[in-house]
């Protein structure tokens, strides 16, 4: 009897088959969304590979994000074209086959081209997967697979340093791209073979809305160029920056025209009509800054100021994937008993906490100094993104998943696009302001900096001789630019915390989802 209710119903069992077939789905995301992070422990090897610059090796992480944004929304009408089974085998072994390009590439501009087709067919699987988890499972089940896909969805980009900078460290940088060959052609089999919920509607391509897609590309893609590449060339006073940033603006008033007036359009917008929908995206918004910004910046101190190379960066960041993983079952038991609105609360406070806290290092702090904010911020994610994913798409019927699914993964990395730029920003405007400030404090009249100059030069005398005054200059000079970068982070990561903080009362507005995640979307 149960077998012949539909997809998704109480009553219904998910098979065994369909369980693999799931589980192969998540294991694709969490290779789509680690490979967001998993360079930036090694841009300095790959730059070294490449013979590049410091600022263009940073497009091999950029050009993947670029592309992911892109095809994330698109990947909802491709998904009701293809069918889900169709999409993500294309999908999973596409990933693989740029993956193996990437490690082929013997030049910049080739990495670079091979890592936006890496990201942008591969963006496919992580809305996907979203999707699937309200299609395939009933409501009361719901709540044990999100903590699942919440704890893939987070712990990725968290742990993809600590993979990254194992990898280069043990094997090479072209590691990073091989190790996903072999699992994504398996992972394309598997959903093959295993999974198959819906069917194909080939009747859509009838209708494909071409310009759609090039104002969507053109919008989005402008975007995320002027958000990473901005505050490197100070904005406006940039020309290539503000062409791309009329473009955007152009191209981003066509898109949301089109869509609201077709009557199939490309991206359905009207999900934001529901109240937990869009409240949920904003949640998400603000959880892809405190992601991304956080293991952006982290790293970035380690190698700066500390110099750690990229096995110790990876050793300190694996502190808040363990915690998140540990707490993960907590938090989906918690789930089914608690209002989701109070546990979210919980993990706000906790995150902008565990920020707070970081933003009082110095420039001693390494392992041990990082723990407790580390395993305090990976634990609080677990308390804030399995009730974001239930109040967002917990209540959406199953027409609209697809697509909803897609613009709430969207808000996330468009999250961490955003982060990271205003990071960026505040880096380079509080970096210099620190820089100066110190400056103004290291003159010849204090007693202090006379006698840290002597000192330092009577230890470099007998190796440099008459150099050693100049050589002790320097010194206090690379000093003073270390404690400016030190101090800046701290200011970064103290308005991160407060972003935090703020949206703590944003939760008691939001409408009350039932115990376990939403409402039976069927």
Known sequence: MSADLPIGSEGRPVSAREWAGFMSMVVGMFMAILDIQIVSASLAEIQSGLSASADEASWVQTSYLIAEIVMIPLSGWLSRLLSTRILFTISAGGFALFSALCAMAGTLPEMIVFRAAQGFIG?????????????????????????????????????????????????????????????????????????????????????????????????????????????????????????????CAITGVLFFHRMFTRRDPLVELRAFKNTNFASGCLFSFAMGIGLYGSVYLIPLYLGRVRGFNSMQIGETMFVTGLFMFMMAPVAGKLSRYVDLRAMMAVGL????????????????????????????????????????????????????????????????????????????????????????????????????????????????????????????????????????????YNDVLLLMSAVFFVLIPITIFLRKPGIGGGGDAH
């Open 123 to 247: 963006g496919a699987m992580i809305p996907t997967v979203f999707a699937t988890t309200y299609l395939l499972f009933p409501p009361s089940r719901r709540a044990h697979v999100s903590v699942l896909i919440g704890l893939t969805a987070t712990l990725a980009p968290t742990i993809g340093p600590t993979v990254g900078g194992w990898l280069t460290q043990t094997f090479s940088w072209h590691w990073l791209f091989l190790i996903n060959v072999p699992i994504g052609m398996l992972i394309a089999v598997l959903v093959w073979n295993l999974l198959d919920i819906d069917k194909p509607n080939w009747s859509l391509r009838n209708t494909f809305d071409w310009w759609g897609l090039g104002f969507l590309a053109g919008f989005l893609g402008t975007l995320e160029y002027v958000m990473e590449e901005g505050p490197r060339w100070d904005w406006l006073q940039d020309e290539t920056v503000r062409n791309l940033s009329i473009v």
């Open 349 to 488: 406070l906790m995150f902008g906490t565990a920020v707070w806290l970081t933003a009082h290092m110095t420039s001693e702090w390494g392992f041990w100094e990082f723990m407790f904010p580390q395993a305090l911020r990976g634990a609080s994610m677990m308390f804030i993104m399995l009730p974001v994913n239930q109040i967002a798409l917990g209540t959406l019927p199953p027409a609209m998943m697809k697509n909803a699914s897609g613009l709430y993964n969207l808000m996330r990395n468009m999250g961490g696009a955003v982060g990271l730029a205003l990071i960026n920003t505040i880096v380079i405007d509080r970096g210099q302001m620190h820089r100066q400030h110190l400056a103004e404090q290291i003159t010849w009249a204090r007693a202090g900096v006379q006698s840290a100059l002597s000192n330092m030069a009577a230890g470099l005398r007998p190796h440099l001789g008459g150099n050693a005054d100049q050589a002790a200059l320097a010194k206090v000079m690379a000093m003073m630019q270390q404690q400016a970068l030190v101090l800046t």
